[in-house]
């Protein structure tokens, strides 16, 4: 059995998806971020079973952080059981997702995990979705309504999203290239 506390993933896999736990919101909720538009997850799925493998690994243990940093945001007086997830989507193509293999993992996954994932996220906010992030939004929201419900999608123009950002969140944990300030530092970063 592999301990995701100590297990380091490929480096490969880490520049693919990066995250980070940027800081704790008004709520004392986790703020991760999730650069999920570099995630070309064709490119994980078609050399086959160890790299598919090694990549569930790797999902795993980012949601093994998200549910760790529920203990840091804990209080005498409250327990922090849901986080905010920053979903950047710069980046994302078709291409990263449209063939018929990968569309089958990835549903899978989706399904298997569906109950944890509504468990542990309170909110998604989606930045710099193109035209391919709002099609397969429109396309999964009748599949996906539940999660769906706690997404805010924006697309590239920042004056839109920054200030529900700031609303969310103090403008100390969110990145610069998010809006946020020039000595932003993620208190801790995977990938």
């Not at 506390?5 to 980070?20: C, G, I, R, V």
């Not at 909110?123 to 099609?135: F, G, S």
């Amino acid at each position: 059995m592999i301990n995701l506390t100590t297990w380091d993933a490929p480096s490969e896999l880490k520049a693919l998806f990066p995250y980070y736990l940027a800081g704790f919101d008004y709520d004392q909720r986790p703020v991760w971020v999730l650069e999920a538009g570099k995630l070309d997850f064709r490119r994980v799925v078609e050399p086959g079973e160890e790299s598919l493998a090694t990549a569930k690994r790797y999902l795993f243990q980012a949601i093994f952080n998200i549910i760790r940093s529920f203990l840091e945001a804990d209080s005498g007086d409250k327990e922090v059981r849901k986080a905010l997830i920053i979903l950047d989507m710069e980046g994302f193509n078709l291409k990263q997702v449209n063939s018929a293999p990968t569309f089958a993992v990835f549903t899978e996954l989706f399904a298997k995990y569906w109950d944890l994932l509504l468990a542990i996220i309170d909110n998604i906010v989606v930045l710099n979705a193109n035209y391919v992030t709002k099609i397969a939004y429109d396309i999964l929201r009748p599949v996906l309504g539940q999660l769906l419900e706690r997404v805010d999608l924006y697309g590239s123009n920042k004056n839109t999203w920054v200030p529900r950002l700031i609303k969310l969140m103090p403008v100390e944990i969110i990145p610069p290239w998010y809006g946020g300030r020039e000595d932003f530092k993620p208190l801790r970063v995977f990938g």
